[in-house]
């Protein structure tokens, strides 16, 4: 994408827009307390020695903590999403959350070679910002979107989903995006999968192709290793008309607003419902998956099938379903976490903070809790974070409710 421009402050235009999107959404009148749970000084791959922190990685400002997983056991997933800079030594890694504090100390998955850029690009893992990890089948599937900061166009091979093994790191799968995917518009952002049918579901935002953007849901099935797109240019995944991306009082890069469609995607615990956001919009929308799973089932068809579930009441990044099957949704424009309750069908803001710098991506912690990544990326996209000032977190929020199971 081209490079933003320095956000001001507009605080008018926050006001009026932060009025207009809670005009038809509730809020909760005492919100749940968030924890800073890990604060990391930038990112460090490098082993620590004598118990001292190790040394932060040179270019850390351009590596921001994106994509947030746990496995069963606890262990921390993350991706570094190769969007500022080609630089990161990895793309995806697991995160050692004993450390709470120094630089993140992170472990290329499955390794640094496996992580390389200059690896074959079928094979080697370029720029993951969605993944996901499944605790039934012991794998993670890492969405590669192909292109590094630097490229107009993704090598051939490159737009991919990789399936690997939790335990060794090799690799289980490898499926080809290629011809579900524009290798120069596309813009891979995340998967949801369905780990007992084995279906992944990837929403393309398609913000390399801004301001027409090539939005769009592709389905993957892990058994023939075939992906197929639907709902091309759909305007249900497209950007709302007339909507400005806001965080913290102010525009999202105004004069090069940030124009992303379909983002945030997730799956109700029994794999039948899928649910997704967009980013430069509002709502948030459902559709039951057999009509995706349907080989033969038209656009047109599957169109008439989704639900708007409602205005959010902010802009939005990542989604994450619970055991219980509420939705939680990331607010980057109130700097929080909204939850969505499929049986009561009521949307609140439950928990928000001024110290969350851009939510992004919520996990369910093995003990139930939600945790979610808050890095700023919005100014990190920007440039306007200085060398040795960024802060990657860990938000915690307590749910009370019983534990993910694998759907």
């Keep these: ?243 400005k991306v806001m965080s913290h009082g102010t525009e999202v890069w105004p004069g090069n607003p940030l124009l992303l469609g379909i983002n945030g995607i997730a799956l109700s615990p029994d794999g039948l419902t899928l649910y997704w956001t967009v980013t430069t919009g509002t709502h948030v929308r459902s559709l039951r998956t057999a009509i995706l799973r349907k080989a033969d089932a038209s656009d047109q068809q599957i169109a008439a099938a989704i639900r708007d579930l409602g205005a959010v009441g902010g802009n939005t990044d990542g989604i994450v379903t619970d055991a219980r099957g509420r939705l939680y949704i990331t607010d980057v424009t109130r700097n929080g976490i909204v939850r969505y309750d499929p049986r009561t069908q009521a949307m609140s803001l439950i928990a928000s903070d001024d110290g969350v710098r851009w939510p992004d991506t919520p996990a369910i912690h093995p003990d139930g809790a939600l945790v979610f990544t808050s890095s700023a990326l919005n100014e990190h996209f920007a440039s306007s974070v200085k060398n040795g000032q960024e802060r990657y977190e860990l938000w915690r929020l307590p749910l009370g409710g019983r534990k993910l199971k694998a759907n």
């Design 1 to 243: 994408m081209s490079s933003p421009l320095v956000v001001p402050k507009l605080a008018s235009i926050a006001l009026a827009v932060l009025a207009i999107l809670s005009t038809t959404t509730g809020h909760a009148t005492d919100t749940a307390p968030l924890e800073r749970w890990r604060s990391y000084a930038g990112v460090s791959w490098e082993k620590p020695r004598d118990g001292a922190d190790p040394a932060p990685f040179a270019a850390s400002v351009d590596a921001p903590i994106a994509g947030l997983h746990f496995d069963a056991q606890g262990t921390a997933y993350v991706s570094t999403p190769r969007l500022v800079s080609a630089g990161a030594l990895a793309t995806l890694s697991t995160l050692d959350t004993r450390a709470q504090s120094g630089p993140a100390r992170l472990t290329a998955f499955p390794s640094t070679a496996g992580n390389a850029v200059t690896g074959a690009p079928d094979r080697s893992l370029r720029n993951v910002l969605g993944f996901h990890v499944d605790r039934k089948n012991g794998w993670l599937w890492a969405l590669d979107m192909g292109f590094v900061a630097g490229e107009s166009e993704a090598p051939a091979g490159a737009q991919k989903v990789l399936v690997l093994d939790l335990q060794t790191g090799r690799t289980v799968k490898r499926i080809a995006l290629d011809g579900v995917a524009d290798r120069s518009g596309s813009f891979l952002n995340d998967i949801a999968v369905d780990e007992r049918r084995r279906v992944a579901y990837i929403s393309d935002s398609g913000m390399r192709s801004a301001p027409n953007n090539m939005v769009g849901l592709i389905v993957v099935d892990f058994a023939s290793g075939q992906a197929r797109r639907v709902l091309d240019k759909h305007p249900a995944l497209q950007i709302e008309p007339g909507v």
